[in-house]
């Protein structure tokens, strides 16, 4: 017998519906609004079965035990770590594992902005379910949400948990293109930072990180937007902002800093990238 709700230690906030509608008619709201969110710990029997889906997008984190999510009719597993976005009008079900069902914390949206916020995370009817690499992150965003909801559903309230909701999202988008710790674009990332001052050739780094230069290219493209130069120039372009704005070296010494050993080249490449030289940058009055 699945429990609807009636969990020990649970929190768990549904704003009135009415409270949403005139939510839904206001500037910021009406492009996203939190309708529901809370915390189930342990929760045994807890299920939901939506043959038709849900008049919101769902937002689920489990923080421990397991369970399990039916969209289309295909079963995806559950367990610590993972994000269910359950986009709205999805026919799905899902249910907390008997033997150590999980913990979640869950909110629902609904806002003109929702479905772009969900498709921005790579999940969908065919990817429900997203291995987060910050879990931690995820929970103490919903867990701002809820304590938004729990002191009331006045505007300011809703405010309040209407921007970290759209913290969450963007929060489980940028786990989803953050590297994994060791795999081959995260030990690139990491050997270019450290090489700042030296060349590096795309061939040697694929190489060294164990893949095609063209595969590494597709996977910087993913994670950053650009290929493998673009990091490399924006990795130095941000260094020599640093070194103009923190420190009176001369501009040769920051271009070899940067490894350029032309400073006139790389003088001409900071105009080309910032729109002044980089000593009308250093005369900018910053903040």
């Not at 045994?44 to 369970?67: F, K, L, Q």
């Not at 069902?101 to 969908?124: K, N, S």
């Not at 938004?148 to 489980?172: C, D, I, M, V, Y």
């Not at 940028?174 to 795999?183: F, H, K, S, V, Y």
Request: net charge neutral; with cysteine; charged share 20%.
């Amino acid at each position: 017998m699945a429990l609807a709700d009636g969990f020990p230690g649970e929190r768990f906030e549904i704003v009135p519906r009415p409270v949403v509608v005139d939510a839904l008619a206001r500037p910021v709201t009406r492009r996203l609004v939190v309708t529901d969110a809370g915390y189930f710990p342990a929760a045994a029997g807890h299920a939901r079965s939506r043959p038709t889906g849900a008049h919101e997008d769902i937002v689920m984190i489990c923080t421990a035990g397991s369970g399990g999510v039916v969209v289309d009719g295909v079963e995806f597993a559950v367990s610590p770590g993972c994000a269910v976005l359950l986009p709205r009008g999805i026919p799905h079900s899902y249910r907390a594992a008997a033997s150590e069902p999980w913990t979640i914390w869950w909110c629902h949206l609904r806002g003109t902005d929702a479905p772009e916020l969900v498709a921005a995370t790579g999940a969908g009817a065919s990817r429900p379910v997203l291995i987060l690499r910050q879990p931690g992150a995820a929970v103490a965003l919903i867990d701002e949400i809820v304590g938004h909801l729990e002191r009331g559903h006045g505007p300011a309230n809703l405010l309040g948990s209407t921007g970290a909701a759209f913290k969450l999202f963007t929060q489980l988008a940028i786990d989803q293109l953050l590297p994994e710790r060791g795999d081959p674009v995260e030990r690139a990332m990491a050997y270019l930072a450290d090489r700042l001052d030296s060349p590096v050739r795309v061939d040697d780094l694929a190489a060294l990180v164990g893949v095609s230069a063209s595969h590494l290219g597709a996977l910087f493209r993913r994670a950053t937007g650009g290929g493998v130069l673009a990091y490399q120039t924006s990795l130095r372009m941000t260094r020599a902002r640093s070194l103009l704005d923190r420190t009176g070296l001369p501009v040769a010494e920051v271009a070899r800093a940067v490894g350029h050993d032309d400073p006139l080249y790389f003088s001409r490449h900071f105009r080309d990238r910032h729109g002044v030289s980089p000593t009308e940058y250093r005369a900018i009055h910053k903040g």
